[in-house]
């Protein structure tokens, strides 16, 4: 049953996913504005301008452009980026392990200090504690990372200067690395003061972006241990003698967690949108800074490869959420 | 006119337990009160401000680049916030930064909630094919991260003000769309509405005259919330620098400006910032406000 539902979902998105490629598609192209004439020189003859399209294929009729890029794409070839003269998977293939780790701690931090900040309110539930918590959390609710980004840039890097500004890793240290999964490959060989390194480097857009998905974890998760608290299963627990915290991590967190953990995968989608902006506040580079300036100079078959990535990567998160909600709930496995 | 019973006695019990009226419960709400107050002084600020500014926010002067806020060493009188790195008034900057948020917030939630709500309202009540096909267009749209949705947007209808608030519109419509709809199915199943059909109200008047007023309550909440978003899109759009010219001041504008020069003036930055945070909070903070108030399931 469960596999149906998974199959049918992941059809329906792989058509929407591929409905969104058409529309970008065309749109980029029926608008004004090529990228040619964003990258030559004001002083080109149009001999020149017409040779550089032709190398492109960009004076092909839209249909026949449409045939060329499906047939690689299909084949794995995303065409060569406008820009950065290289091929776009090769491109995408660089870029996504920085965003995959720092959307992933961000994930970690989030729901590591959401689940705490929420039990910690529980235990403090009806005292002046738990105000203070409720107070503070529907303020942090409204505000962005964009916002925790800037505030941690003046905090971090002007009022105590302890961590760098832009970028992944101190320049002359990157040289080291066979993969791209900087931290993770620096952890699993041991290389804990390149580790170091750059953690330094991705704690601020990490917490950034952590932050907001925090608020939400807490809000949502504080008001299911709270009514989980008040269940018979929780009494009973009581009166067997169970100590405050292990009732509220042991029994109540067990049956509380399911709509927090939904609502995460959601909100993990909103995330990883939020890299956008992050990356580029912090000059990371990641895919999400790669997309602004994709945009800004029309680099057409690059933002067709980062459109697909970004909705198959969204995919992927929605179908986990299912499977592990699903599997965490027997009620729903047999719906 | 209401009838009321004669008798005094029972009819000062009555309003003793009738609930305060909605003008009340809202005066008497803190954070509507607190919120509101300071969006209104926003909205003043942003009629006056060449009024309420003490410089001209546009007046370079490389003489008095980056001088820092009152209270700092080597102050200068006439910049209490200091100056940017061109020499011009960072707290001149601010107050005309709240036009273009100001504008943003109001026309693009405004316009977002209209054909959201209007969608919701015609897919809720009417159900059917619309409904199918409506709601399905909302569930691709909203599979989409807003900020990238919003840069490849502006990457095709161009920069500039209004691309902003078409931006900000045709992405979150969505939003509205669904929470209107839910809503009026919901009413849809009240005895008011059967009772509206029995005495043989038009569709449309049923919808508009009967449903609409009483999910207004979580629009208006709703508006309220999505004002907020829509100031920090603009801002982000700004920063990216895919929104008004430069020449115009904006928050997001002048943070850009201040990320780069913010080991000399970090003031360039926290300014804006500080400004940007207050009211994205004021909105949300009104907002649930609001929703509290208005709302009687809500209400507690």
């Known amino acids: 049953m469960l596999l149906a539902v998974v199959v049918n979902r992941a059809a329906m998105a792989l058509l929407t996913l591929a409905g969104v490629a058409v529309v970008v598609f065309v749109l980029l192209r029926v608008v004004p504005g090529d990228p040619v004439s964003m990258m030559i020189s004001p002083g080109a003859s149009a001999a020149d301008i017409a040779a550089l399209k032709a190398h492109y294929g960009l004076d092909q009729p839209l249909l026949i452009q449409f045939w060329i890029w ?103 240290l990157a040289e080291g690395f066979r993969t791209k999964f900087y931290l993770v490959e620096s952890i699993v060989t041991g290389r804990f003061a390149l580790a170091g390194n750059v953690l330094s480097h991705m704690a601020m857009p990490t917490v950034a972006l952590a932050l907001p998905l925090a608020a939400v974890i807490v809000r949502l998760l504080k008001q299911s241990l709270k009514e989980a608290m008040v269940q018979d299963y929780v009494l009973l627990a009581r009166i067997k003698g169970f100590r405050e915290l292990r009732l509220v991590l042991q029994e109540a967190l067990r049956n509380a967690v399911g709509p927090t953990l939904a609502l995460t995968g959601v909100q993990f989608t ?3 949108g939020g890299t956008v902006i992050v990356e580029r506040i912090f000059a990371y580079p990641g895919i999400g800074n790669l997309a602004i300036d ?42 | 006119m209401e009838y009321r019973a004669p ?48 410089q001209d926010p546009l007046a370079q002067n490389l003489l008095m680049a ?66 199918a096909l409506i709601s399905r267009l909302v569930d691709v749209w909203m599979a989409f991260p807003p900020v990238l949705l919003s840069i490849l947007l502006i990457a095709v209808i161009g920069t500039g003000l209004h691309s902003v608030i078409l931006a900000i519109v045709v992405i979150d419509w969505t939003r509205f769309c669904r929470v209107v709809r839910t809503e009026t199915m919901g009413q849809a199943q009240m005895d008011y509405v059967v009772a509206a059909r029995a ?76 400004a940007l945070f207050a009211t994205v909070v004021a909105f949300n903070q009104l907002g649930d406000g609001l929703a509290r108030s208005l709302d009687p399931v809500l209400r507690r």
């Open chain 2, 7 to 54: 008798q005094p006695a029972t009819a000062a019990v009555d309003d003793a337990r009738r609930p305060p009226s909605v003008a009340v419960r809202l005066a008497r709400d803190p954070k509507v009160v607190c919120a509101g107050g300071f969006i209104l002084v926003l909205i003043v600020l942003a009629l006056a401000a060449p009024l309420a500014a003490p």
């Open chain 1, 70 to 172: 499906v047939k690689g794409v299909v084949a794995g070839d995303f065409g060569v980026s406008i820009t950065l003269h290289r091929n776009v998977t090769e491109v995408l293939a660089d870029r996504l392990p920085a965003t995959l780790e720092l959307a992933a701690l961000a994930l970690v931090v989030a729901v590591a200090l959401g689940g705490s900040v929420a039990v910690a309110g529980t235990l403090m539930r009806r005292s002046a504690g738990e105000a203070v918590i409720d107070g503070l959390n529907s303020i942090m609710l409204a505000v962005p990372d964009f916002i925790w980004a800037m505030a941690l840039v003046l905090l971090f890097v002007v009022a105590i200067p302890v961590l760098p500004l832009t970028g992944r890793i101190d320049p002359v």
């Open chain 1, 270 to 272: 909103f995330l990883i």
């Open chain 2, 66 to 131: 980056t001088v820092p806020p009152v209270g700092f060493t080597g102050a200068e009188p006439g910049f209490p916030l200091g100056t940017d790195g061109l020499g011009r008034d960072v707290l001149s900057r601010v107050i005309y930064g709240t036009r273009v948020s100001l504008t943003v917030a109001f026309t693009a939630a405004g316009l977002a909630c209209l054909i959201g709500s209007l969608l919701g309202l015609v897919a809720g009540f009417f159900g059917g094919v619309g409904d």
């Open chain 2, 199 to 274: 005495i043989g109200f038009a569709r449309p008047a049923i919808l508009f005259r009967e449903i609409l007023p009483n999910i207004a309550p979580v629009l208006i909440a709703l508006l309220t919330l999505e004002m907020g978003i829509a100031v920090v899109v603009e801002a982000i759009l700004s920063f990216v620098g895919l929104s008004v010219s430069s020449d115009t001041p904006t928050w997001g504008g002048m943070i850009a400006e201040g990320r780069q020069i913010v080991h000399e003036a970090w003031w360039v930055l926290a300014a804006p910032l500080a």
């Open chain 1, 294 to 335: 994709a945009v800004i100079n029309r680099d057409f078959p690059l933002i067709q490869g980062l459109v697909l990535l970004f909705g198959f990567i969204f995919i992927l998160i929605n179908i986990g959420v299912d499977i592990t909600v699903a599997a965490l709930n027997p009620r729903l496995r047999h719906a």
